[in-house]
């Protein structure tokens, strides 16, 4: 059992390489999503959740929804900054927030909420949030009154 940090975020820097970017130097919208996991992946080992434990402990987060804006181009060999945050919890459902910017300038370049469902491996059903996480975080905890949408995350 590890420590949950006071506020359940995370920054992550990351530097843009070829393989990011399409034949104009900047970065491909496929690429950010590949730097949204990089963020997420972070903050989940530091909310407690390794990648490596996951597996062993038979429940797993999976994505549901991915809702993206792409506001400003990022190019080849800047150096940027992945904010990652955990925003909003529910009975099996949380979400994710990032913002992937500049190191050097504060405006957003990319924004992204994901929605996420906790499941069972053995049998792909829902299953409750960590019980830690809304012990942690009880602002975060949201109930919904509209379970039977599933398009408004
Ligand atoms: C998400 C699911 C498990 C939900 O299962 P269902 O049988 O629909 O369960 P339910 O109907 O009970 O829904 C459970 C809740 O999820 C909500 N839900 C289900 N689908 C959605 C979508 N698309 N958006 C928002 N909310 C949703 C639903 O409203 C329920 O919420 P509550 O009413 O508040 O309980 C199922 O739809 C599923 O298996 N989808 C495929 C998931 C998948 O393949 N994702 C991509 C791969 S995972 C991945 O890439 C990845 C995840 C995590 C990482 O760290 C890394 C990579």
New binding site residues.
């Given amino acids: 059992m590890i420590d949950l940090p006071p506020e359940p975020r995370i920054r992550t820097r990351v530097k843009v390489f070829y393989f990011d970017t399409d034949a104009a130097g900047v970065v491909h919208n496929v690429a950010y999503l590949r730097l949204v ?1 990089v963020g ?2 972070e903050l ?1 080992e530091k909310l407690g959740w390794s990648l490596a434990e996951m597996g062993k402990s038979g429940i797993v ?5 991915t809702e993206i804006d792409y506001r400003k181009p990022a190019r080849l060999g800047e150096a940027l900054l992945i904010e990652s945050s955990l925003t909003r919890l ?4 949380f979400v994710i927030e990032t913002s992937i910017r500049k190191e050097d300038e504060y405006e957003t370049l990319v924004y992204c909420r994901q ?3 906790t ?1 069972r491996i053995s049998d ?1 059903r ?1 299953q409750a949030v960590p019980e830690s996480w809304v012990r942690a975080y009880p602002h975060l905890r949201a109930v ?1 009154n509209d ?1 039977k949408t ?1 398009s408004d ?1």
């Fill in positions: 996991e997420r992946s989940a987060p999976v994505l549901a929804r529910e009975r099996v459902r929605t996420l469902v499941i792909g829902p919904r379970s599933k995350s």
